[in-house]
């Protein structure tokens, strides 16, 4: 069943902050509701960023998908730095 109420914006899994590739790399991009795409940036990518200024970090994300639908439902993410990052974060996208 689409979830509908506001335009999906193009997320991406790895942030251009994390050398991710922009723009509209598909192998990157996942369909994320507006306010989920701002939390994952907040929660996610620019904690990670931060830490990476000055630790090797490693990051792991994927996308959870129930049934058929097109869109996931939550986003998870983890990462752990030499320097004592230690990171884990599930964020829902209604």
Known sequence: MPRLGFVWQRGHLI???????????????????PASNILFRD?????IANAARNQCVFYWVWAGYVGDDLSPTRITAIAIGDGGLNLSKRIDNP
């Open 15 to 33: 942030g251009s902050q994390l050398g991710g590739e922009g723009g509209a790399n598909y192998n990157n991009l996942i369909p994320m509701s």
């Open 43 to 47: 929660e996610v990518e620019n904690p």
